[in-house]
């Protein structure tokens, strides 16, 4: 479909009047927002852009779709702050059709020469493997802001074309972290580790993406020892990791059986009050278990409030490669 057509009517897959489910019904969005629409005779636009991104936000998409299409009904004007949600709702279905025809509403209403809803475009054509769409809409204005770029090159390196991720990295004026982090992230992806490395060396200045970009890279390759010294590395430069960075760290002493350096973390995570959600929990979990200490990974387990199926797969799996089979079985049971 050729996203510069102007029609108005909305593809949903939804039927027209049919409300969401229950299971995704709109008394799940927060409550304010919900009370205003359910008040508001005529919702103006504030109002519809607050029940969208909502939902969007409350991981509800097809709901927001389904709002915008009553939106489109009611003859309420959408603005520029209507559509980046919406190209995310598209993204996170892989909703081909209503993004391509929620593309065509913005050509309609004169916004897409928009920053946020330009590199909303590219994201959303990029997660449908459009990549010379989402370089059309990337070339729709002789100048473009940081992020476009950012999401442009991010989109080449996601489907392994290098060059041309290289090509718009080299001649861009002016970087921000995020594209650095773009390019250390992607070189990593690809199993390209001495190029994400070299990017990473490069770097004016790094954050916790990027340390962690680089450690998950090495850990991806196999290089385990590698990774653990960059995490060294950030120690000497008085860099406080952030719970990702400590979740990959604690991922490359399970490989390499470095107890005392994961018990280090453990004790670095207790003394700065670092929550212990189910990420952490379950990278200390399973840290414990690999390098045999079950009853450190039982007591971990046993501390995390928030556990999620992969927690339960952690010290099950521990449990069960750690010789306790019936505690494994009684532990899934």
């Known amino acids: 479909m050729n996203p510069t057509t102007t029609t108005t009517e909305l593809p949903c897959h939804l039927p027209p009047e049919t409300p ?58 959408p603005n520029k702050y209507t559509y980046p949600p919406l190209f995310k709702a598209c993204t996170l279905m892989g909703s081909v059709e209503e993004g391509v025809q929620i593309h065509t509403h913005v050509v309609k209403h004169g916004l897409r020469g928009d920053g946020h809803i330009r590199s909303a475009r590219i994201r959303m054509y990029v997660s449908f493997g459009w990549i010379s769409e989402a ?90 020892k590698e990774a653990l010294e960059i995490f060294r590395e950030m120690k000497r430069e008085k860099v406080r990791p952030g719970k990702f960075v400590l979740s990959s760290v604690l991922a490359s002493c399970a490989n390499v059986g470095a107890l005392e350096q994961g018990r280090w973390i453990h004790a670095y995570i207790e003394r700065n009050s670092i929550p212990l959600d189910s990420v952490l929990g379950t990278s200390l979990v399973d840290m414990y278990a690999q390098c045999g200490r079950v009853d450190l990974a039982w007591e971990v387990f046993e501390k995390t409030k928030e556990k999620e199926v992969f927690t339960w797969n952690a010290i099950i799996g521990g449990l069960a490669v750690n010789g306790h089979a019936h505690d494994a079985i009684e532990a899934f049971l």
């Not at 969401?20 to 359910?38: A, D, E, H």
Request: aromatic residues 12%; glycine residues 8%.
């Open 20 to 77: 969401p489910t229950s299971k995704s019904s709109p008394k799940t969005i927060p409550g304010l927002f919900n009370t205003s629409f359910q008040s508001s005779p005529k919702p103006n636009v504030f109002v519809w852009n607050s029940m969208i991104k909502g939902f969007v936000d409350n991981d509800q998409p097809l709901n927001a779709i389904y709002f915008y299409q009553k939106m489109v009904g009611s003859n309420s004007k």
């Open 135 to 224: 370089r059309k809409v990337f070339d729709e204005r002789a100048e473009s802001d940081v992020v476009c770029w950012n999401a442009m090159i991010d989109g080449y390196m996601k489907h392994g074309d290098v060059d041309g991720a290289r090509g718009m990295f080299e001649a861009m004026t002016e970087k921000n972290i995020v594209t650095w982090n773009v390019m250390v992230s992607g070189f990593a992806r690809l199993g390209m580790i001495e190029e994400a490395r070299e990017c990473f060396d490069q770097m004016p200045e790094k954050d916790d993406i990027s340390w962690s970009a680089i450690i998950d890279g090495y850990n991806g390759g196999g290089y385990f």
